[in-house]
């Protein structure tokens, strides 16, 4: 498995994984606007088939976000997702980011669960976050006290 940066033929395949992964999606073009914007964008990719990929940006001057991470519903569990999550927590370690936020649906226990391997921590809830009413489990990683790099 290597990590690599996202390029522009990675699309079709990146969004069939974000509609796999999620009810709510970004829409493709979306993950277009949001590639040229410049954020970080990394893929997983086993034998030359993309199966994952992260979306990371600065919020804020020392505040890094993931704004989505999945991996391929055959190639789950197999570290994919922990060596995405691992390159973009360094990136924005690299780049003094302080903080890293993100937000999970509140009923995906095993992605909460995921986060709080890497030390993550909730901060809150935000109810109704989800067009399908779901609320948002906020949850914040602290670089400078947790060691990760």
Request: aromatic share 14%; charged share 20%.
């Amino acid at each position: 498995m290597i990590i690599r940066k996202f390029v522009p033929t990675d699309l079709k395949r990146v969004f069939e994984i974000e509609n796999m992964s999620f009810d709510q999606s970004y829409g493709i073009n979306m993950f277009q606007q949001l590639y040229e914007m410049g954020i970080g964008f990394l893929v997983a990719e086993e034998d030359d088939y993309v199966i994952g990929y992260v979306m990371f940006w600065i919020k804020y001057e020392y505040q890094g976000h993931i704004i989505s991470i999945a991996v391929d519903k055959n190639y789950r569990r197999q570290g994919a997702g922990t060596h995405l999550l691992v390159k973009a927590i360094s990136i924005l370690s690299l780049l003094k980011i302080d903080t890293i936020y993100l937000e999970v649906n509140e009923n995906n226990t095993g992605a909460v669960e995921f986060y709080k391997n890497f030390n993550f921590q909730i901060d809150r809830v935000v109810p109704g976050y989800y067009e399908s009413g779901d609320g948002a489990i906020i949850m914040y990683l602290p670089l400078r006290k947790s060691g990760v790099s």
